[in-house]
């Protein structure tokens, strides 16, 4: 493991036009001369045994070069405990992380299964000071009948009179 600072840029930084494209703006794919349904429905993703193969690309260079900045910095904090305090420092946060992120213990005003972000989890992970898209837009549904914590222990502890 290097102590690689900056993920590497794997996205093109230039284009080819391969094959014809629109009149305009050659090498931009063109929908309708390939005739593409555009009110057809979308291809069917392909079972992949693997979660990480049929989860959603990046296509902005932006969003993927932060996706990997964040991984880097992960893997680099990971690293640099290993080496200052051996495996088991590592190995203890992964496994808290891991048993925070199941939450089924969680109320759902912090963010428990209903939520896929978590107060525990950002803490855990160092991102408790960041404020990101995923904690100001939740999605909304969920939000209307959200009840109080009180009220989720009495009715998880069967206290409802």
Do not use: Y
Not at 59 to 88: C, D, V, Y
């Amino acid at each position: 493991m290097t102590l690689q600072i900056v993920p590497t840029s794997t996205h093109p930084t230039h284009t080819a036009a391969a094959a014809p494209g629109a009149p305009s703006a050659p090498g931009v794919h063109d929908t309708l001369r390939s005739n593409l349904s555009l009110t057809g429905p979308a291809p069917k993703a392909s079972s992949a045994s693997n979660p990480s193969e049929s989860a959603p690309q990046s296509f902005h260079p932006l969003e993927s070069r932060l996706a990997k900045w964040r991984t880097q910095q992960e893997s680099l904090k990971m690293e640099l405990l290993r080496r200052q305090f051996g495996i088991a420092e590592p190995v203890k946060r992964q496994m808290e992380l891991g048993i925070v992120r199941a939450g089924e213990w969680q109320p759902a005003c912090l963010g428990g299964v209903t939520n896929g972000a978590s107060v525990h989890a950002d803490i855990l992970s160092g991102r408790d000071c960041e404020i990101g898209w995923e904690d100001v837009f939740t999605g909304g549904e969920e939000l209307r009948d959200q009840a109080d914590f009180h009220a989720e222990m009495e009715r998880r502890m069967g206290m409802e009179w």
